[in-house]
């Protein structure tokens, strides 16, 4: 069986078309990031309180929310998972105070509100306490462990491959990062410490698509060396493209897996993975092989001078190795 | 069978066995995080400035009781930041007598003049040095109350910045009381009474003129309620320095007083002893203030000598007079803690998280499976073998290593899943690929396995890079992911280029000359 039995479609002839489809919707999303004041940081990386209460019975969010009218600050209160739960989460922002022994103060301001306002018995699933110090030293290491990985990984590929190929990987990961943010600032996700997560687990995933396209080019560079490098690349392209569907597709449906059964702690998490992975396999086929090939081009005529010009040493390392 | 596939198949059947005797039964070997098990995570930054300021105050102390002797007349000492003391107006004629004192008690201090007056700084590598002391004797005072308060592995240790200490205590439910324990300074202080007590503070001072003496403190504290009437406050003028301080209890356990209410009776070493013996011998009719955390608890007439037993009285629950036995055995922290971040698992979103995730990974691998057989036919179950394996060596790695699993971790099943879908798909559409191009069964499946080697490497490379610095970025949860990514990755690398291979083989060593592959 076979999903594409010998294709042989010209991917990248529509490179630039992708290249303006993706700046455009980075740029949109950005443009829409702004105009709402920034990507939307969750209690993670601004501070504050959340308090997650479970009652035994019904309970419409707004009575919570007429329950919580004397705790002062902007509350954000919505149902928690499934409807069943009748679960109720509670956000509030960061306390004024800098830290200290007050820190769970907001915390149980809430809970004898909801104690004093006749509801149903409840009882805390969790409670989640950030002071603004740690959620500032966690903004800092999320942006920080992004960009080393990212950096880590290019490293990584200038030396297994060519800098070309890592500039290539690069801007596709950080397309893919920008994308995702994009999605989850559209669709109302708060960015939080497992999204981080998730964001790092896609930069990983999308090298991962890269690298198996551009191992390709790199054998068939050795076959195919009269051949401009467009027509080898996107024949690598082509060569991996049941490997790049089948793996996209089942990776997609057990992430959709989690996303559906994982519970409400994983949703961010599933979501970001799901955008990520359709984000990671277009930007493999449509932006890593055209930078690659652009920037390529750029420093020789065809494959054969590129490779020329650019590692003969690691071409004659991988020949060794391969024979 | 030739005999190099015998050794592989022995490898991959002893890899399995180990591993299934590492996580056997996983109940006890697999550690559930505190997002799956429930309880409390801390973080919290000990106050190292109170440590610098307790020795800044004794060297003024020192020094001041130095000068009194050699009746060095000088301005004023004043203790300003933590870590920095003034002596004003040192008289010139005694400029050389006042040096020789300072050589005489060895300040650790960096010493600056400006005309009659000094200021002292305490050196940088001491300040470092007292910081580090600070928390590392903090770290360890808590240790010791998380390990009285019966937690099952509780984690207590140095978290990322300096002065941070994180806490992590699985299936605690009273997480307020676990706070104030891990949180009271308990130090403990035997001051003599001077003044007191006073209805308020304003008064305490006016007794002093508005100039209460430098050896002297007003500290609030609890008046006398043994008639039963509601806690007041009043305020003691006390010695500055104790006479006897925690440092030289013995124990403390929870009692009764006189009046048969919860209390808390200590006892003193031979050192502390001896201490309170000579103080209550000299001062017998004056008022010992029994002093915890700065307040004064009572402050009972001295009687007559008294030597290693004494007792702390107070509006105690019973609960509360043990708790203070708790802090006052484990010993007072050198410093006061700060709550930076707390976070709280119930129990029942833990349970509920469990069985969310066991679903989730549950259903992604029944339908990655299928769709494994459906697509490859007989390959898909090689597929199948070598991505069970890969599941049943995390799980043995993971016990061996003693990592946690954690919520996200599952999702790192899901995605070691995904590897393992990926790995396998990549060889066998190789094959695919090269029985195609008219190559033999035996040759297509070496071909494709070789060709696809080192692609397998990169990607598995790349994704471990990732997978170290989320590492580095997260604490807790996250951590438990990046540990079950990395283990199922480098799992993954054996599974399947070994086992699959291995498999592969067995099947083609069967015939003579295979016409043709399920796949």
């Keep these: 069986?076979?999903?594409?039995?010998?294709?042989?479609?010209?991917?990248?002839?529509?490179?630039?078309?992708?290249?303006?489809?993706?700046?455009?919707?980075?740029?949109?999303?950005?443009?829409?990031?702004?105009?709402?004041?920034?990507?939307?940081?969750?209690?993670?990386?601004?501070?504050?309180?959340?308090?997650?209460?479970?009652?035994?019975?019904?309970?419409?969010?707004?009575?919570?929310?007429?329950?919580?009218?004397?705790?002062?600050?902007?509350?954000?209160?919505?149902?928690?998972?499934?409807?069943?739960?009748?679960?109720?989460?509670?956000?509030?922002?960061?306390?004024?105070?800098?830290?200290?022994?007050?820190?769970?103060?907001?915390?149980?301001?809430?809970?004898?509100?909801?104690?004093?306002?006749?509801?149903?018995?409840?009882?805390?699933?969790?409670?989640?306490i950030v002071g603004p110090v740690i959620g500032r030293e966690l903004q800092l290491k999320g942006i920080y462990a992004t960009l080393a990985s990212i950096v880590g990984i290019a490293i990584y590929i200038a030396l297994r491959f060519r800098p070309a190929f890592a500039i290539g990987a690069i801007v596709a990961t950080l397309h893919d990062v920008l994308i995702t943010l994009t999605f989850l600032a559209f669709f109302g996700y708060?960015?939080?410490?497992?999204?981080?997560?998730?964001?790092?687990?896609?930069?990983g995933y999308s090298v991962n698509d890269t690298i198996v396209i551009f191992d390709r080019v790199r054998e068939n560079m050795r076959t195919m060396r009269r051949d401009p490098l467009e027509k080898v690349v996107n024949t690598a392209v082509n060569q991996t493209l049941g490997r790049t569907v089948i793996t996209a597709g089942t990776t997609f449906l057990s992430v959709l897996s989690l996303f559906l059964f994982g519970g409400e702690v994983l949703h961010g998490f599933a979501f970001t993975m799901l955008v990520g992975?359709?984000?990671?396999?277009?930007?493999?086929?449509?932006?890593?092989?055209?930078?690659?090939?652009?920037?390529?081009?750029?420093?020789?005529?065809?494959?054969?001078?590129?490779?020329?010009?650019?590692?003969?040493?690691?071409?004659?390392?991988?020949?060794?190795?391969?024979? | 069978m030739s005999k190099n596939l015998r050794w592989k198949l022995l490898t991959i059947v002893a890899v399995v066995g180990l591993s299934i005797f590492a996580f056997t039964p996983p109940a006890e070997k697999i550690r559930l995080g505190l997002d799956l098990k429930g309880g409390v995570h801390l973080v919290m930054r000990v106050q190292t400035d109170d440590a610098l300021r307790v020795e800044t105050e004794a060297s003024a102390d020192r020094l001041r009781e130095a000068l009194r002797t050699q009746a060095i007349g000088v301005g004023g000492i004043t203790v300003g930041s933590p870590s920095e003391f003034r002596v004003a107006g040192v008289p010139t004629a005694q400029d050389a007598q006042f040096r020789q004192a300072?050589?005489?008690?060895?300040?650790?201090?960096?010493?600056?003049?400006?005309?009659?007056?000094?200021?002292?700084?305490?050196?940088?590598?001491?300040?470092?040095?007292?910081?580090?002391?600070?928390?590392?004797?903090?770290?360890?005072?808590?240790?010791?109350?998380?390990?009285?308060?019966?937690?099952?592995?509780?984690?207590?240790?140095?978290?990322?910045?300096?002065?941070?200490?994180?806490?992590?205590?699985?299936?605690?439910?009273?997480?307020?009381?676990?706070k104030e324990i891990i949180r009271s300074t308990a130090l403990l202080e035997l001051k003599l009474v001077e003044q007191g007590p006073f209805a308020d503070e304003a008064s305490a001072r006016q007794a002093f003129a508005n100039?209460?003496?430098?050896?002297?403190?007003?500290?609030?504290?609890?008046?006398?309620?043994?008639?039963?009437?509601?806690?007041?406050?009043?305020?003691?003028?006390?010695?500055?320095?104790?006479?006897?301080?925690?440092?030289?209890?013995?124990?403390?356990?929870?009692?009764?007083?006189?009046?048969?209410?919860?209390?808390?009776?200590?006892?003193?070493?031979?050192?502390?002893?001896?201490?309170?013996?000579?103080?209550?011998?000299?001062?017998?009719?004056?008022?010992?203030?029994?002093?915890?955390?700065?307040?004064?608890?009572?402050?009972?007439?001295?009687?007559?000598?008294?030597?290693?037993?004494?007792?702390?009285?107070?509006?105690?629950?019973?609960?509360?007079?043990?708790?203070?036995?708790?802090?006052?055995?484990?010993?007072?922290?050198?410093?006061?803690?700060?709550?930076?971040?707390?976070?709280?698992?119930?129990?029942?979103?833990?349970?509920?998280?469990?069985?969310?995730?066991?679903y989730a990974a549950s259903g992604g691998l029944v339908f990655v499976l299928l769709f494994m057989l459906v697509y490859y036919k007989l390959a898909g179950f090689n597929a199948f073998v070598s991505i069970s394996i890969n599941l049943v060596m995390l799980l043995g790695l993971m016990a061996y290593a003693g990592a946690v699993m954690t919520l996200p971790g599952i999702a790192g099943f899901i995605l070691t899943i995904g590897m393992g879908v990926d790995s396998n798909v990549l060889i066998f559409e190789r094959i695919k690929e090269e029985l195609a191009a008219g190559k033999n069964a035996r040759a297509a499946v070496a071909a494709g396995f070789d060709r696809v080697f080192w692609t397998i490497v990169d990607t598995h490379v790349a994704s471990l890079i990732a997978a170290a610095f989320l590492f580095q970025f997260g604490t807790g949860p996250i951590r438990g992911f990046a540990t079950t990514l990395t283990i199922g990755l480098l799992s993954n690398v054996f599974t399947a280029v070994f086992v699959s291979r291995a498999m592969f083989e067995m099947f083609l060593s069967r015939r003579e000359q295979p016409a043709t592959l399920s796949i």
């Design chain 1, 190 to 203: 708060d960015l939080s410490l497992n999204i981080v997560a998730a964001l790092l687990t896609i930069t």
């Design chain 2, 211 to 358: 100039n209460v003496p430098p050896d002297m403190q007003i500290l609030p504290g609890n008046m006398d309620t043994a008639a039963g009437g509601p806690p007041t406050t009043g305020y003691y003028a006390v010695r500055r320095v104790a006479a006897v301080t925690g440092r030289d209890l013995r124990n403390a356990r929870p009692s009764l007083d006189e009046n048969n209410r919860p209390a808390v009776s200590f006892s003193l070493n031979n050192e502390g002893a001896t201490k309170m013996g000579n103080f209550t011998q000299a001062n017998i009719n004056r008022q010992l203030a029994i002093v915890l955390d700065g307040r004064v608890y009572s402050a009972p007439m001295i009687q007559s000598r008294i030597d290693a037993e004494g007792r702390i009285t107070g509006n105690f629950t019973q609960q509360e007079a043990g708790d203070l036995g708790l802090v006052l055995r484990s010993g007072a922290l050198p410093a006061s803690l700060t709550y930076l971040e707390e976070r709280t698992v119930g129990p029942s979103l833990g349970a509920d998280s469990v069985r969310a995730g066991v």
């Design chain 1, 1 to 128: 069986m076979a999903i594409f039995d010998k294709p042989n479609y010209d991917f990248i002839k529509w490179r630039w078309h992708a290249l303006a489809a993706s700046t455009l919707v980075v740029v949109a999303g950005i443009v829409f990031m702004i105009a709402r004041g920034g990507m939307p940081l969750g209690i993670d990386f601004t501070g504050g309180t959340i308090v997650v209460a479970k009652f035994s019975q019904a309970v419409e969010v707004d009575r919570v929310r007429a329950a919580l009218e004397s705790v002062p600050g902007e509350k954000v209160i919505q149902s928690y998972g499934d409807a069943a739960d009748n679960a109720v989460l509670i956000r509030l922002p960061q306390l004024a105070q800098e830290e200290g022994t007050s820190l769970e103060k907001d915390a149980r301001a809430v809970v004898d509100a909801l104690n004093g306002a006749g509801l149903p018995t409840f009882e805390i699933l969790s409670q989640e």
């Design chain 2, 102 to 178: 300072l050589v005489d008690i060895d300040l650790m201090y960096d010493r600056s003049q400006s005309g009659a007056d000094y200021t002292f700084r305490l050196k940088p590598n001491v300040v470092t040095q007292l910081r580090d002391e600070t928390v590392n004797q903090a770290l360890q005072t808590i240790e010791r109350r998380v390990n009285e308060l019966g937690v099952a592995e509780p984690v207590v240790a140095r978290h990322s910045e300096a002065d941070q200490i994180l806490v992590q205590l699985p299936g605690v439910s009273d997480v307020n009381r676990a």
């Design chain 1, 277 to 323: 992975i359709v984000s990671g396999t277009y930007s493999t086929v449509f932006i890593a092989a055209a930078i690659a090939i652009i920037l390529g081009n750029s420093q020789g005529a065809g494959a054969g001078a590129a490779v020329a010009a650019g590692a003969p040493v690691k071409v004659k390392a991988a020949t060794a190795r391969r024979s």
